[in-house]
């Protein structure tokens, strides 16, 4: 168990839906990351907070977007559902000082887009 | 553009044998270097990782070999077991940071028992 949590585990719904995935990093971790699982693209970066501030963006589309609250846990909102968006969605979090870089993921949200 | 490159894409290794999973990456300033390890229906989990300040790395029967002349790491599973078996990626980023990881593609492994 990583520690990180992740809501819910599995969510289907219809194109043009939208969606919220709920995300509480480990305890004491400023840090976190979105990522998209699929096949064809294998694991690519979203988006990540520090400490509430949006700190970097990936492959994040328009429709999505994303934000970390006052008590760190974070939110990825998926809009205007389209069949491509299925996948699984995991959250990251890490720390801080030198081990920093040791990014501990969550068992995801797999998205069934119908 | 995959910045992170990983070779091959399924192993099948024998019970007791060694796996050897390759990747190569371009930038430079990358610094960290992370396997993952992820079960079907779980998500990626932090196997082992390395600075590119050592050449080799050892946690039990996981050893990183890193060449950054070459730009290339691999992860080394010795005497493989069939509760290895799942999927392996490698990962790089700027350490200093913090930020996002650069994934290989993944390796699928079967060890055969």
Known sequence: DSGVTQTPKHLITATGQRVTLRCSPRSGDLSVYWYQQSLDQGLQFLIQYYNGEERAKGNILERFSAQQFPDLHSELNLSSLELGDSALYFCASSGYGTRGNEQFFGPGTRLTVL | ?113
């Open chain 2, 1 to 113: 553009q995959q910045q992170v490159k990983q070779s091959p894409q399924s192993l099948i290794v024998q019970k007791g044998g060694i796996s050897i999973i390759n990747c190569a990456y371009e930038n430079t300033a990358f610094d960290y270097f992370p396997w993952y390890q992820q079960f079907p229906g779980k998500g990626p989990a932090l196997l082992i990782a390395i600075r590119p300040d050592v050449s080799e790395k050892k946690e039990g029967r996981f050893t990183i070999s890193f060449n950054k002349s070459a730009k290339q790491f691999s992860l080394h599973i010795m005497d493989s077991q069939p509760g290895d078996s799942a999927t392996y990626f490698c990962a790089a980023n700027r350490g200093s940071t913090l930020g996002r990881l650069y994934f290989g593609r993944g390796t699928q492994l079967t060890v055969w028992p």
